[in-house]
């Protein structure tokens, strides 16, 4: 691919609370306040039902099972993840939610064992334990090393891009915001005085002038910016007007990537004047096993995107997809025939592109430009 080729993991939602904090080495209160289940080793048992039983405790690199390999050969430049729980021992449940998902703090090598260079926060979970649990998820993410966006004390550092190094002088810029179309309430947004995570209102095109005001002011020659969005639908393939024309706007501002989240399973991609945009990713780690009723998206399925861009344009020259599949709260690789499933998917939601190739003993999914 040739050295100037800047290759970034993104992926959906890493939700390493509720029944995957239960099988790591430090379970958190299994207490839940959800409508039907009231204990997170409920979960586990699904997922059992559902596969095999599950080892306990399993180690820290359990959850992240084959993808470790993928990245360890694929080396990216940068490992984006959006982080869909809070990691707090607060018992705050937050009012109005329906779904509270934390991990313990003790486990976060289980997250620092993917070793993402980017946390994004802006969702509809980082809050589930209220302001007193975003505290101390922000205190633990950052005692650990890791890089966050999207969430902050306040306004000014919840909107404040993360910023991995390169070398040669440059850099990748993360900025992370969300929407209430995935679930966000209004009352969550960080302001000047007030923590929170930055919260768009909807994908209009002065919210959209907003987002690349800032990129503009942080962008500089041979960066890579990466716009992280928690919005749309958990379900289904269709994309609204609005939504496009907002990702759209991004890349007329200087947003090199669109990194869409909040869909359980992938929803449509598109190459736009040579920019990759992810409208939806997909979930990556959580505990849905044994869960029914949308069989059909085959949400077990867990793509790993590896973009490669050319770090002074910023244009996507390809995308390669790993298709892993979630086993006993583990990722393993897919089978074939669900690989030529998710082959036959994207060929179909994937706007842009030539038909997607399958390389590789590893089913390895490679998406480029059209000719």
């Not at 947003?255 to 190459?271: C, I, T, Y």
């Not at 590896?306 to 089978?335: C, F, K, N, V, Y």
């Not at 060929?347 to 590893?362: H, L, Q």
Request: hydrophobic share 40%; aromatic share 8%; net charge negative.
């Amino acid at each position: 691919m040739g050295p100037d080729v800047v290759t970034l993991f993104l992926c959906g939602d890493v939700m390493l609370g509720r029944g995957v904090d239960q099988i790591l080495p430090h379970p958190g209160d299994p207490a839940l306040r959800e409508g039907f289940v009231r204990d997170a080793r409920d979960y586990v048992a699904l997922a059992e039902e559902a596969t095999r039983p599950i080892p306990r405790p399993v180690d820290f690199t359990w959850p992240w099972g084959d993808a470790l390999s993928v990245l360890e050969d694929a080396a990216p430049a940068a490992r984006v993840i959006n982080l869909e729980t809070s990691v707090t021992q607060s018992d705050t449940y937050a009012p109005g939610q329906g779904i509270h998902y934390r991990m313990h703090p003790a486990n976060l090598p289980c997250l620092a064992a993917g070793r993402p260079d980017v946390c994004v926060l802006a969702n509809n979970h980082v809050l589930d334990f209220g302001r007193p649990g975003l505290t101390e998820t922000l205190g633990t993410l950052a005692d650990g090393g890791l890089r966050t966006a999207g969430a902050g004390e306040d306004l000014a550092a919840a909107q404040r891009p993360a910023v991995v190094p390169l070398g040669g002088g440059r850099r990748v810029l993360v900025f992370s915001f969300g929407m209430p179309s995935s679930g966000i309430p209004r009352l969550w947004a960080a302001t000047a005085e007030r923590s929170g995570v930055v919260f768009v209102a909807g994908p209009s095109e002065a919210a959209a002038a907003e987002v690349t005001g800032r990129v503009r002011q942080e962008k500089r020659p041979g960066d890579v910016v990466v716009a992280s969005v928690h919005w749309g639908s958990n379900w289904g393939y269709p994309v609204c007007r609005e939504q496009v024309a907002f990702a759209h706007a991004l890349i007329h501002g200087g947003v090199d990537v669109v990194h869409g989240h909040s869909s359980h399973h992938p929803r449509p991609l598109e190459l736009y004047r040579g920019k990759l945009i992810l409208h939806g990713c997909g979930d990556f780690i959580d505990d849905y096993e044994g869960i029914t009723g949308f069989e059909r998206y085959r949400d077990d399925l867990r793509p790993l995107y590896l973009a490669s861009l050319e770090p002074d344009t910023g244009r996507l020259h390809e995308l390669r997809i790993a298709p892993l599949q979630a086993w006993r709260m583990r990722l393993r690789h897919a089978t074939p025939e669900d690989t030529q499933w998710l082959r036959a998917l994207l060929d179909r939601i994937a706007g842009g592109f030539g038909p997607c190739a399958v390389d590789g003993a590893e089913g390895m999914l490679t998406l480029r430009p059209a000719s």
